[in-house]
């Protein structure tokens, strides 16, 4: 079945080569492309679509504004920014965004995050597009309180990571053999980029100054500021986390 969209962004050039690039799915069907926010809610009420594409930064109304002014049901937002602070992911996770493209990406991660937020997971593991969109704002959240920005690779990797983890606890002891070559294939690179990326990630969250945040999350003191946890320990951390509270 189609996945209804609808694109709604002030760069005309991002605009058009984003409906080129949806349109040009099989799966995917673009409804209508918006300029400004108030198009961008008269286009959501007219065509209830399955995803919106969404701006921040827009003439008339912003994307903060058009999350506000959504009512009954909702489509699933992936909001698309170069602002990607803590402060403006938390505020569009606040506001009921399910996700959070940093500008530039690429077309093709917008694409399988739209593939991803409405497909089921694995049979094993029976589950709907709401689950997958909770997860997504479960680890978005986790990872703003952690302190790793959106903007950097190590946010998508890492993010893979646990969720492959949660789907397939035991992939977690074939780090390096399962786990890195499979993001790596899903994101076009190679197995050591995802592994340092990831690395990067969890000290770009340790040289903030994150760590009380950390242990809070989990509910003890676990690391301090000189412990620094492996790729492997962090991901298993977090992943029995969520896992745990969806128990």
Avoid: C
């Avoid at 809610?41 to 994307?63: S, T």
């Avoid at 937020?117 to 309180?145: C, M, Q, V």
């Avoid at 952690?146 to 002891?173: C, W």
């Avoid at 074939?174 to 197995?191: F, G, M, Q, V």
Wanted: net charge neutral; charged share 25%; hydrophobic share 40%.
């Amino acid at each position: 079945m189609k996945k209804s969209i609808v694109i709604a962004d002030d760069n005309l050039s991002l605009q058009a080569s984003l409906k080129d690039f949806f349109s040009s799915k099989d799966d995917m069907d673009v409804l209508g492309v918006a300029s400004n926010g108030t198009q961008a809610l008269q286009l959501v009420r007219a065509y209830d679509p399955d995803f919106l594409l969404l701006d921040i930064v827009m003439p008339e109304l912003d994307g903060f504004g058009v999350l506000s002014a959504l009512e009954g049901k909702r489509p699933i937002v992936i909001m698309m920014s170069q602002l990607a602070t803590d402060g403006f992911v938390q505020k569009a996770m606040q506001y009921g965004a399910s996700y959070f493209l940093a500008k530039p990406f690429d077309f093709s991660l917008a694409y399988k995050t739209i593939t991803e937020l409405s497909s089921p997971a694995p049979a094993s593991k029976p589950s709907s597009p709401k689950r997958n969109r909770s997860l997504d704002e479960k680890i978005s959240n986790l990872f703003i309180s952690v302190g790793i920005p959106a903007h950097i690779k190590g946010y998508q990797f890492l993010r893979e990571a646990i969720k492959m983890t949660i789907d397939s606890p035991d992939i977690i002891n074939s780090i390096t053999k399962r786990l890195y070559p499979s993001i790596a294939e899903r994101y076009n690179t190679s197995a050591s980029k995802v592994e340092r990326a990831i690395r990067h990630a969890i000290e770009v969250a340790w040289n903030r100054g994150k760590i009380e945040n950390i242990n809070t999350i989990f509910g003890i003191k676990i690391y301090s500021p000189n412990e620094k946890p492996t790729n492997g320990e962090f991901i298993a951390l977090i992943a029995d986390k969520l896992l745990l509270e969806s128990a």
